[in-house]
């Protein structure tokens, strides 16, 4: 069954540095969301993109953020200079066209800022 | 702004106990998310809800919702410790956009 993959799995950074997560969608998905999800607590939206642009996005995706479909599988989501309160699970998700036009989760990163 | 509510935040239930979670959201919306989510590991979709009246049921978990009262739930029969877990429901006001998360419900099923 297809399914979203991320990586890396684990990432440490300390405050100021620049990080990218990686994620790799569903190959005929068309619609790709990034969210997060500080330890605890819920889950959320960050930002989506469709037809290589964001169609929307969520006060926290700030001009820190940035996100990139740089080839026909890899969906980034960049964080300039991290700060600490960026330490959180980040997930990617894709989903296609027709109903139920569910959104598929990634398995996820967990970014540390130290 | 879209706010998702659910409820309990947690519930601690005895394995064979009957109970139901609620997801409140206020404001119109057709389609409904139910995920799971274990403790560090990403979400699993449950169910998906997309008229008012609809209901779908997958071993012990039903779920429902009604669209006029901007409610869904989310009921566990006979619960089983493998069910603890927790459940977030999840909004959105049409097709592709983005997911509004409810707080979550964190369930633990004591045997």
């Known amino acids: 069954e297809p399914e979203v993959t991320q990586t890396p799995s684990h990432q440490v950074t300390q405050m100021g540095q620049e990080v990218i997560l990686r994620c790799v969608p569903i190959?005929?998905?068309?619609?790709f969301y990034w969210y997060r999800q500080i330890l605890g607590q819920k889950v959320e939206f960050l930002v989506s993109?469709?037809?290589?642009?964001?169609?929307?996005k969520s006060e926290i995706f700030d001009d820190q953020f940035s996100v990139e479909r740089p080839d026909g599988s890899n969906f980034t989501l960049k964080i300039r200079s991290t700060k600490l309160e960026d330490s959180a699970m980040y997930f990617c998700a894709s989903s296609g066209q027709g109903d139920p036009y569910e959104q598929y989760f990634g398995p996820g990163t967990r970014l540390t800022v130290t | 702004e879209l706010k998702v509510e659910q409820n309990p935040l947690f519930l601690s239930m005895q394995e064979g106990k009957n109970y139901t979670i609620y997801c409140n959201y206020s404001?119109?919306?057709?389609?409904l998310y139910w995920y799971r989510q274990d403790p560090g590991k990403s979400l699993e979709s449950l169910f998906v809800l997309l008229s008012n009246g609809a209901v779908k049921q997958e071993g012990r978990l039903m779920a429902s919702l009604d669209t006029k009262a901007r409610l869904s739930t989310l009921h566990i029969t006979a619960a089983v410790h493998d069910l603890s877990a927790t459940y977030f429901c999840?909004?959105?006001?049409?097709?592709?956009?983005?997911?509004?998360f409810g707080t979550g419900t964190r369930l633990t099923i004591i045997p």
């Open positions: 993109f469709y037809n290589n642009e964001i169609s929307e």
């Open positions: 404001t119109t919306s057709d389609r």
């Open positions: 190959s005929n998905h068309l619609y």
């Open positions: 999840a909004v959105s006001s049409y097709a592709n956009e983005k997911l509004t």
